[in-house]
Structures are given as C-alpha cells and as structure tokens.
C-alpha cells in the first residue's frame, strides 16, 4: 500500500504561484496531479514517468505548472505559477503502475491517492 500526503495548498491571487508537495511511502512508475473543483469531475493535470524523468501536461496547465521530483526525499512537486480563478479546486497526488496510456488520466488508472490539498484563486 502506498500513502501520499499533500501539503502547500492555500489561498493566493491572481498572477500568483503556490508549490504543492506530496510526499510518498513507496515508490511508484506513475505519479500525477488531479484537480477537482466543486460540481465538476475530477480531471488531470500534470504526470511524471518516474524512471525517465518524463512529465506530461494538459493544455490548460503547459507553460504554467511544473512538475518535479526529489527522490532523495520522496516528493513530487508541482509548482503553479500564474494562478487564475479557473484554478481553484482541491488537488489531489495519485500514483501507480506507469503504462503507455497512463497520461489520458483517467481517475480508475491511478491506485494511490492522497487527501488533497486546497487552492483556491481569486480575482
């Protein structure tokens, strides 16, 4: 069994950036942030493919969220820049077994998930 907190989430403006962090028990091929904002599904954001460092974007978060690694320390980051009211929502890190198809993010395809962690932007 794998556990995965978050931590970093808040309250922040317009135009401004936030660094979540989820830390995790055990090592996974596949990890990834989802969002959820209220009334609406859950919906992928950023994937990292641990063993080759590659990370994968939806259109609505390229060039604007970053995600990253430190496996001395094992957490996944996702740094959040130009934060827009359309961001707010809780996050979630959800991890598991990597496959081909593995960034369609489809929730059902991720084993782990953690608590989540609030953001919220306002205008």
């Known amino acids: 069994q794998v556990q995965l907190v978050e931590s970093g989430g808040g309250s922040v403006q317009a135009g401004g950036s936030l660094t979540l962090s989820c830390v995790y028990s055990a090592v996974t091929s596949g990890i990834a942030w989802f969002r959820q904002a209220p009334g609406a599904e859950r919906e992928g954001v950023a994937g990292l493919h641990r063993a080759t460092g590659r990370t994968h974007y939806v259109e609505s978060a390229e060039g604007r969220f970053t995600i990253s690694q430190d496996e001395a320390t094992n957490t996944v980051y996702l740094r959040m820049n130009s934060l827009r009211p359309e961001d707010t929502a809780m996050y979630y890190c959800?991890?598991?077994?990597?496959?081909?198809?593995?960034?369609?993010?489809?929730?059902?395809?991720?084993?782990?998930w953690g608590q989540g962690t609030q953001v919220t932007v306002s205008s």
């Open positions: 959800a991890a598991g077994p990597y496959f081909s198809l593995m960034w369609s993010f489809v929730p059902q395809d991720f084993r782990y």
